[in-house]
């Protein structure tokens, strides 16, 4: 799993292609599919999907390091003209790599906290499970996925969608939607422009219908793993939740630094969130695989590599209580 945003602009510099959509710094939002309406389940997954799964990784990846190379070729000569120009103040390099006014406004009175040491601190992400009724999961998927895109597309909401998964090993029929905002701002801001937004009345009403019960949970994500930006690799998900004792979270991330080198190497991490309100001391980590064999097969060979069994024994103590789901990403997800 490689970093999503070296600096603020490289998505920028990434070639937009069917298989990682980069483009730019808002998720994608893409529309919900076409005909009826149909909940994702994982016997569309094929057992014949690794080669291609993987070629799409390798596609994705090598896309994410030649944007990375792009930036810091442009942070090269940014610096360079600077310096023909006598290092003015707010010369190009400034521009390029602290973005523009309101971004260094944004970034500039990020506090020095116990969660900023842990955290990229810039954004919250916010996730949100949806335990909806067996008979009623259709009918879900129809009104989710014309709702939450037609939200995310929305300059004005300051939110994006990193997308949205169906459980079908684990707590089957919940939904997982996780979207992103530019701090508690963004976060408060988004909230008060949708529920204005005059057709959410009638979807608040029709959502209470179909499901048993809602529970959100804000987090931050990690500072040594960004959250993917959006790509369609195919295959499922696996998020695995971990609860802690309390104060090991310090301990955890530490550990989980040194130990995701040895994992990278195998396996695609989608990103890797620790809760601040609502399910305190609970650690989310979101994997791509092309299949369930693959799955096991990825797992099994991270034990082969130099750190992992140290992360492991370190890590294991500080849990209280850990799950595992398997997810199948709807139609609309951004990253699927």
Partial sequence: MLTRRVCGGVRNALPVSSVAITASRPFSSFAAAQGPARAPALADITHDGAPKFNERQKEFRESLVNAQKQKEQQEKDARAREAQEGG?????????IYGTPEGRELDKDIERSFSQVLARGKYVHSIVFHEVKPDKVDEYV????????KMASMPEHKV????????EVGACDTFVHIWEYQRYQGYHASLNAIQHHPDFPEFDRKLKKLIHSKRTSLMQEFSFWPTTPPRHLGGLFELR??????GNLLEWETHWRRG???RREVMEGVGAWFVQIGELNTVHHLWQFADLEERKIRREQSWGIEGWGETVHKTVPLIQQMKSSILIPCPWSPVA
């Fill in 160 to 167: 994006h969608l990193v997308g949205s998964w169906r459980a």
């Fill in 142 to 149: 129809e009104l989710v996925g014309q709702w939450y895109p």
């Fill in 241 to 246: 939740s971990y609860t802690l004792h309390p």
């Fill in 88 to 96: 003015k103040k707010k010369g190009a390099l400034s521009s390029l």
């Fill in 260 to 262: 995701l080198k040895a």
